[in-house]
């Protein structure tokens, strides 16, 4: 096994922002996991699936042909295919997502995907089960979060900045729904690895988080 560390918290923690800065810096290949399931959610909504509906999330998930590439150093996830990296970063989407990251059998589609990337390369891999389930011989393992209400204000900042128009009390309800679902599901549930390093980024810069990151991974290097 090569260098892997695994990133895992709740929606809105900034995991991505910070893992592919720690990736760029310590020459690692980011792996975004959420991104995966992204993919499978949104074959689901194409095909006119309902997300809830878990025996037809079964039977279609073996027709979405999800495969990842690496175009400059960011990762573009394919589906059957088509890079749909665009369409991903919606709140429908991310909705839709925590409810069939539930089913056992698109987890385990994920995870063998996941397994294989982290096999090639020394890695950062974000999620929610890296540590507890994914990679859990990981080097380092980090639990990073947020309150809710500061993540919520995050994802309300980001989505503006981008020009679409949302509502931050929505938001905050979403997350805090997600959270619920994502660590309440029977199939490895979102939650702290024993032997994980606790980093909340509340009060802390984006600067502040990268910074203590890439010195865990120094001292596990060694
Ligand atoms: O990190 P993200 O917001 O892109 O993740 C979207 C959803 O995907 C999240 O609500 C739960 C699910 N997910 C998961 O169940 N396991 C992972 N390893 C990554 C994401």
Known sequence: MGFNVAVDGPAGAGKSTIAK????????IYVDTGAMYRAMALYMLRSGVDPADTTA??????????????????QVVFLNGANVNPYLRTEEVGNATSVISVVPEVRKKMVELQHSLAAASDCIMDGRDIGTCVLPGAQLKIYL??????????????????GQDC??????ADIEERD????????????????????????????????????????RME
């Open 21 to 28: 800065e720690v990736a760029k810096q310590l020459n690692l």
């Open 180 to 219: 619920y679902r994502d660590m309440h599901r029977e199939t490895s549930p979102l939650c702290q690895a024993e032997d994980a390093v606790l980093v909340d980024t509340s009060d802390l810069t984006v600067q502040e988080v990268i910074d203590r990151l890439v010195q865990l991974c120094l001292e």
């Open 57 to 74: 999330v079964i039977e279609k998930c073996d027709l979405a042909d999800i495969t990842i590439r690496y175009e400059n150093g960011e």
């Open 145 to 162: 979060t947020a309150d809710s209400a500061v993540r919520a204000k995050r994802r309300y900042d980001e989505l503006m900045a981008k």
């Open 167 to 172: 509502d931050l009390q929505k938001i905050q």
